[in-house]
T-cell receptor, first 113, second 115 residues
Framework: NAGVTQTPKFQVLKTGQSMTLQCAQD?????MSWYRQDPGMGLRLIHY???????DQGEVPNGYNVSRSTTEDFPLRLLSAAPSQTSVYFC????????????FGDGTRLSIL | AQSVAQPEDQVNVAEGNPLTVKCTYS??????LFWYVQYPNRGLQFLLK??????LVKGSYGFEAEFNKSQTSFHLKKPSALVSDSALYFC?????????????FGTGTRLLVSP
């Protein structure tokens, strides 16, 4: 059981480049989310999805796009990378019941030069 | 809006001693509370949760947490610390009254258990 799988694990980009962070889950979870983790700031929600075809913004959505064409996949796109987007990105999924915990991937460590 | 505070950036404890990692929260309704642990270069792993019922909840790896509504706290505890417990711990709160039930995280507390 793979759980939540994120690729790549590491990436270095130049300012202005675009890229897609991949996230896939095999637990048939309805809800999926993207977070970024920065020192001293905990995890902040970027975008989330409550089901295939449905996405919405979190607290720090600027500079990022998402789509949810299938239940399993929830890619995060950086449109034009900026140094402020240097961070560790985590994808998470959970069942739709209110009291269920999130399952996290191991993260993508992204550096923007 | 809900919020979480973890007042200690780091907690140091000797192996075999009890440990406490503090968490206080603010939410408009009855909260759903969670603790997660993060080991180096890994994602967050779920430890335990409080939804309703008994104020003392038990979780993975011998951890437990006590929900205190009057003090709006949800401190993580373990009777006897292990060196392998050294990690980054996050408290999180979800307000079930919000549409997505967004999970809000604290800034994390680094636990260092010395041999």
């Amino acid at each position: 059981n793979a759980g939540v799988t994120q690729t790549p694990k590491f990436q270095v980009l130049k300012t202005g480049q675009s890229m897609t962070l991949q996230c896939a889950q095999d637990m048939n979870h309805e809800y999926m989310s993207w977070y970024r983790q920065d020192p001293g700031m905990g995890l902040r929600l970027i975008h989330y999805s409550v089901g295939a075809g449905i996405t919405d913004q979190g607290e720090v959505p600027n500079g990022y796009n998402v789509s949810r064409s299938t239940t399993e996949d929830f890619p995060l796109r950086l449109l034009s990378a900026a140094p402020s987007q240097t961070s560790v990105y985590f994808c998470a999924s959970r069942q739709g019941n209110d009291n269920q915990p999130q399952h996290f991937g191991d993260g993508t460590r992204l550096s923007i030069l | 809006a809900q919020s979480v505070a973890q007042p200690e950036d780091q907690v140091n404890v000797a192996e075999g001693n009890p440990l406490t990692v503090k968490c206080t929260y603010s939410v408009s309704g009855n909260p759903y509370l969670f603790w997660y642990v993060q080991y180096p270069n890994r994602g967050l792993q779920f430890l335990l949760k409080y939804i309703t019922g008994d104020n003392l909840v038990k979780g993975s790896y011998g951890f437990e947490a006590e929900f205190n509504k009057s003090q709006t706290s949800f401190h993580l505890k373990k009777p006897s610390a292990l060196v392998s417990d050294s990690a980054l711990y996050f408290c999180a709160v979800r307000d079930p009254n919000t549409g997505f039930q967004k999970l809000v995280f604290g800034t994390g507390t680094r636990l260092l258990v010395s041999p």
